[in-house]
Every structure is written in C-alpha cells, then in structure tokens.
C-alpha cells in the first residue's frame, strides 16, 4: 500500500513526514466542537482516494456515540478546560 514512498528521495521522504505531521497537529489540537467533524482533510493526505461512501448511523444510535465520546473525555481529560459556546459561536 505505501510503495508510492520507494522511489522517493531524502528531501521529498522529509516534505512527505512534514506534511503528514502538520496534518496530525491539526487534527490533535482539534477543540470545542470541530472534535466532533468528519475529517476528510486528514484522510486526504494519504496517497490512495477516499471512498466517498460512508455509513451513517441512525440518528439514535449517532447520539448516543457523540454522549459516549463525550463521557470518554470525562475519564481521560477531565482537567480540560469547558468550551462553553454554542455551535457556530
């Protein structure tokens, strides 16, 4: 899957591991509500195409993923600081 990075040289291998990291800081220091986007920008950097056709759950069961998300951050950062603003704010 990744022979794309064989024939490349020392300074392209670098811009790629620069361009892949400026990806994942931006994806890490996501805050407030973009935690919760699709991030079809991070997939982009990868090589292959991105197969449009995503499942969705029903809107039910998505809710409930997004409160157990949340609850997630709860236990694993509850040092965070609260992003009190409405979506959009």
């Known amino acids: 899957m990744d022979?794309?990075?064989?024939?490349?040289?020392?300074?392209?291998?670098?811009?790629?591991?620069?361009?892949?990291r400026t990806g994942?800081?931006?994806?890490?220091?996501?805050?407030?509500?973009?935690l919760c986007w699709h991030h079809p920008q991070l997939w982009s950097l990868l090589p292959e195409p991105i197969d449009p056709a995503i499942a969705v759950p029903p809107w039910p069961k998505f809710l409930r993923g997004c409160v157990h998300?949340?609850?997630?951050?709860?236990?694993?950062?509850?040092?965070?600081p609260v992003h009190d603003k409405e979506f959009g704010e």
Do not use: F, M
């Open 3 to 20: 022979e794309d990075l064989e024939g490349l040289s020392r300074e392209q291998l670098l811009a790629e591991v620069k361009k892949l």
């Open 24 to 34: 994942i800081r931006d994806h890490r220091d996501s805050s407030g509500h973009e």
């Open 69 to 80: 998300y949340r609850e997630s951050l709860d236990r694993q950062r509850p040092d965070a």
